[in-house]
């Protein structure tokens, strides 16, 4: 080639090659100027995705000018930029509230639940104490759970495998054991101004060959309320050695980031933590300084004693010093039991909190993986602060938790939910709800009172199915006798069937909403799954070994520990859970 063209080519190429290498920084915003955390970047047409930090702020690998940048995040409109020569971008995204009027109103038909006459019979037996079992499509075609799954069994797992002794079968919740973990479900979707989104996916059975098995989620949309009164909260946190526990403090950990996301610039934070003696890590931190506030979060550590009488006072004082009128003012003490230095008894304790607090400050206790004895005492301290107490069984009842301190309120997003899935008996046979034990009838139907969603509250479910053309062992007659089929229309039905969810906003239960969607249709094989699938996957194989299920057939722990592990991805609860599994996995080889 003459060198004169070389030359050319060079000149021609050189700035996709520059711009090949190079990385993009921005910020993500919401209207009001602050950063908005964890919200989704990605370049369109490739694999590039990176979250934004505490402040909005990010960074990105960028091919070459032209390409879209898509920037997604819970609570917002997805917003697509198409980038330029610019070195630094600015990103305005246009939050989505639940006031304008839904999707669709329908006219509640309660009929439409609970189909005929038999299901109004059933609805009134006794919660069936028992596993779900599986059900035909043709006698019972529609599914329901409860959105509500908050429970012990998280902890109670976690607790035994440190002893290396199995729990007691009857005490293992499976839903509450799945729902105990976030999960980012990146394709879940809001309808129009829904404040419900759904997500689904479907894939092959790992203890049943054949089967299949179905993943429901339902996310409420982040609702923050901008006229709500400026807060000031005071984390006293026990860092004591008895801390030292994927169920305590690391959980502690990732709640209280989750919360600092929710935190406007008009909010205020301190921190106090206690060991040995009391600290005052952070002083009356503006809400927008997540940076700082989550750097704080992330040096706690655990040692030593307990001088909780120390800190106590200490954080009152801080929260005297820093009070704000007409504001949300309160101390909220996070612990895994009593205290050992300083003021120990329970009369001393209380005389504490109650020349602290009064009608412009309070004190709330969330319990971490505490005996029953402990959680007696912690809810005498905290009615003594005319505030609640709460223990802790997973993640997702933290994040709830702290958010509600936060608000001072339920910050709901929807109310009385009811999700209805209805199965096509072109392509399902049977299916099983797996877990949700207490929650049932023997036909499916969830006869608890409606569930109610809070801003940014997530639930999954999980269904086994056998599909059409398998040989189905599990099913029998049905054990109600005067049993008529629903006059059910499946002619709108596609693929394994839809989800009808139901639900009314707050403020106003009488008038019932609908969102549609059809569930997944394509199967996928379990390696191309989601992480959040392998590792739904692999609490729900675990959940049933350790629940003794009927249904168990070939689940395994070894099986149990590769899907949470390879589904664990990088978030900490879920790293730490791998461990759990592995030491069952260990558990359960030396009980064979």
């Known amino acids: 080639m003459q060198p004169f063209l070389k030359f050319v080519l060079i000149f021609i190429l050189l700035p996709v090659i520059v711009f090949a290498n190079n990385e993009k920084s921005g910020v993500v915003q919401n209207k009001s100027g602050e950063g908005i955390w964890n919200a989704v970047i990605s370049i369109v047409g490739t694999k590039e995705k990176v979250n934004t930090t505490a402040t909005g702020g990010f960074k990105i690998k960028v091919r070459e000018a032209g390409m879209l940048l898509r920037v997604e995040k819970s609570g917002y409109l997805t917003k ?81 495998s440190k002893k290396m002794q199995l729990p007691n079968a009857k005490h293992v919740q499976i839903e509450e054991l799945v729902n105990a973990f976030s999960y980012d479900y990146d394709s879940l979707k809001f309808s129009g101004e829904s404040p419900i989104g759904i997500y689904s996916e479907l894939s092959t059975c790992p203890w049943k060959k054949g089967h299949q098995l179905l993943l429901v989620a339902l996310r409420a949309r982040t609702v923050v309320d901008a006229a709500y009164p400026p807060t000031h909260l005071v984390f006293l946190v026990d860092v004591s050695a008895s801390m030292n526990d994927p169920q305590k403090l690391p959980l502690m950990k990732e709640a209280l980031k989750h919360l600092t996301a929710q935190l406007r610039e008009k909010d205020r934070l301190s921190m106090v933590c206690y060991a040995n003696k009391a600290v005052l890590v952070l002083e009356n931190v503006a809400g927008n300084e997540k940076d700082k506030i989550i750097k704080a979060i992330d040096g706690l550590v655990t040692l030593g004693n307990t001088a909780g009488s120390e800190g106590l006072n200490l954080a009152f004082e801080t929260a005297r010093r820093n009070v704000i009128k ?75 938790l702290l958010i509600n301190e936060y608000t001072g309120k339920n910050n709901l997003a929807a109310i ?50 056998i599909p059409v053309g398998i040989k189905n062992n599990f099913t029998e007659d049905l ?114």
């Open 479 to 592: 054990s109600f006798k005067k049993y008529k089929k629903p006059d059910y229309d499946f002619s709108g039905l596609s693929g394994i069937g839809n989800i009808d969810v139901r639900y009314a906003l707050p403020g106003n239960a009488k008038k019932v909403y609908q969102v549609l969607d059809t569930l997944a249709g394509n199967l996928v094989q379990m390696d191309k799954t989601t992480e959040d699938f392998k590792f739904v996957t692999g609490v729900t194989e675990l959940g049933l070994l350790l629940r003794d299920s009927k249904y168990m057939s070939k689940a395994n722990a070894k099986s149990a520990f590769k899907l949470i592990k390879s589904g664990a991805g990088m978030n900490p609860s879920r790293v730490a859970f791998a461990d759990v599994a592995e030491d069952y996995k260990t558990l359960f080889k030396e009980l064979k």
């Open 326 to 400: 007409e504001g949300n003012n309160k101390v909220v003490l996070c612990t895994d039991g009593g205290f050992n230095l300083g003021v120990t008894d329970n009369a001393g304790i209380e005389n504490i909190i109650k020349k602290y607090t009064d009608d412009a400050l309070f004190l709330s206790v969330i319990g971490f993986g505490n005996a029953k004895s402990d959680n007696a005492r912690l809810k005498r301290w905290a009615e003594a602060g005319n505030g609640f107490y709460n223990n802790i069984g997973g993640l997702n009842d933290a994040n709830r």
């Open 80 to 160: 697509e930029v198409e980038i330029g020569s610019e070195d630094f971008l600015k990103i305005v995204l246009d939050s989505i509230t639940v006031e304008a009027p839904p999707v669709l109103k329908i006219d509640f038909n309660e009929a439409d639940l609970n189909g005929t006459e038999p299901y109004e019979a059933i609805a009134k037996q006794s919660r069936n104490l028992k596993e779900n079992d599986f059900k035909k499509v043709e006698d019972i075609p529609v599914s329901s759970f409860f959105v509500n799954v908050d429970g012990p069994t998280y902890a109670n797992v976690v607790a035994r």
């Open 416 to 465: 009385d939910v009811r999700p209805l899935i209805r199965f096509n008996p072109l392509k399902v046979q049977a299916y099983r709800l797996i877990g949700f034990d207490l929650k049932t009838t023997p036909s499916g139907i969830n006869t608890e009172e409606f569930g109610n969603m809070g801003s940014g509250h997530t639930v999954t479910a999980v269904y086994e199915i």
